[in-house]
């Protein structure tokens, strides 16, 4: 079974509905990301959780809220989706200092919205 | 702020070396990494190094690192088709309460022509 997993993993939905992306992860990390990636844009950070009560926001969080519900879930919610949030969607753990001191992130497999 | 650059495309032949180049502008990144992409699916850590080192070599991979420059190669020997892939650079967010994220460069989509 996959360590991150993220669902749905596409999704089209129309201008101004709120939509839901969940991850959950079986790596017991306590760090968590949500990242979008955009064609010649490469991965831009959401944001990101530290722990359960530990919630910041990334590079690009407007239009974006996030659920930090337990160690191993991180959801992702657009409010009111518009169509520049196309895109492809990341979630990816870490456990900083966990097995040597450099911060390596396990993403999981992607979601693809669609906004209409 | 933190930056980190690379070209967007690479195109080689089966069997060539790839080299595909990054910049960063972090001079106190503690690790620099290469994460691989392969199409359809998330990043995956592919290699890494540590900030006092110059080289490190994996089998067909070879990372050099220049601080003084900071500049970042990653070097793919005897290139097959299934290093099809976009690779990211990444460097460590070192300041403040994001200590330790990521800042990824934009990729290298690297093609392989049989």
């Known amino acids: 079974d996959a360590d991150v997993t993220q669902t749905p993993r596409n999704r089209i939905t129309k201008t101004g509905k709120r939509i839901m992306l969940e991850c959950s992860q079986t790596?017991?990390?306590?760090?968590m990301y949500w990242y979008r990636q955009d064609p010649g844009l490469g991965l831009r950070l959401i944001y990101y959780?530290?722990?359960?009560?530990?919630?910041n926001k990334g590079e690009i969080s407007d239009g974006y809220s996030v659920s930090r519900q337990a160690q191993a879930k991180f959801s992702l919610s657009l409010e009111s989706a518009i169509p520049n949030q196309t895109a492809l969607y990341f979630c990816?753990?870490?456990?900083?200092?966990?097995?040597?001191?450099?911060?390596?992130?396990?993403f999981g497999p992607g979601t693809r919205l669609t906004v209409l | 702020g933190e930056d980190v650059e690379q070209s967007l495309f690479l195109s080689v032949r089966e069997g060539d070396s790839s080299v595909i180049n990054c910049t960063y502008t972090?001079?106190?990144?503690?690790?620099l990494y290469w994460y691989k992409q392969e199409p359809g699916a998330g990043l995956q850590l592919l290699t890494y190094?540590?900030?006092?080192?110059d080289m490190k070599q994996d089998q067909r991979l070879t990372v050099l690192l220049n601080k003084k420059d900071k500049h970042l190669s990653l070097r793919i020997a005897d290139t097959q088709t299934g290093d099809s892939a976009i690779y990211f650079c990444?460097?460590?967010?070192?300041?403040?309460?994001?200590?330790?994220?990521?800042?990824f460069g934009k990729g290298t989509k690297l093609s392989v022509k049989p």
């Open positions: 990816a753990t870490s456990d900083l200092g966990a097995g040597g001191p450099h911060n390596e992130q396990f």
């Open positions: 790596k017991g990390h306590d760090r």
């Open positions: 959780s530290f722990d359960v009560k530990d919630i």
């Open positions: 972090d001079s106190s990144s503690t690790y």
């Open positions: 190094i540590f900030s006092n080192m």
């Open positions: 990444a460097e460590t967010e070192n300041y403040g309460g994001s200590q330790g994220n990521l800042i």
